[in-house]
């Protein structure tokens, strides 16, 4: 557990939250089921209930899935030039499962970014963690 006083490292938070994990240990589950966030760390205690991911990981899962899909079937289109029907099934079911799949991990990330900036409740007011008590 660190100490809510010093600087919180950025780089290993976010890839923490990528991994679906508690930004501040590794250890405990961010997620109780598909993107529920849990209301605590069941390993060391952060709170994680203020979190304020809101509409921010849909836009960037959008953004990043539609970024290869759109330059995906601008290539096949330019160099096979296949009926509207098969870039179709090409690239609607793939769009989907890669947003399904990418959508927890970049809001994990999210909230790994927020608690290592002191956003949204994660501060140095002595909140953030249920089992601790900080001077």
């Known amino acids: 557990m660190s ?11 976010v890839l923490k939250g990528l991994r679906r994990r508690c930004p501040d240990c590794g250890k ?8 529920k966030v849990n209301h605590t760390c069941s390993q060391c205690g952060l709170e994680f209930f203020h979190q304020r ?6 836009y960037f899962t959008m953004m990043i899935v539609l970024h290869f899909a759109v330059s995906g079937l601008l290539i096949v ?3 096979y030039s296949p009926e509207t029907w098969v ?15 990418l959508l ?3 809001k994990g990330a999210l909230i790994g970014l ?6 949204h409740g994660f501060n140095d007011e002595g909140k953030g ?7």
């Open 3 to 13: 100490n809510d006083s010093t600087e919180r490292p950025l780089k290993a938070a």
């Open 28 to 35: 405990g589950h961010l997620f109780n089921g598909y993107i």
């Open 53 to 58: 991911a809101d509409d921010a990981p849909p």
């Open 77 to 79: 289109e330019k160099a």
């Open 87 to 101: 870039q179709m099934i090409i690239w609607l079911p793939g769009s989907l499962i890669a947003a399904i799949l």
């Open 104 to 106: 927890p991990h970049i």
């Open 114 to 119: 927020q608690w290592a900036k002191k956003m």
């Open 129 to 135: 963690y249920s089992n601790q008590q900080i001077d």
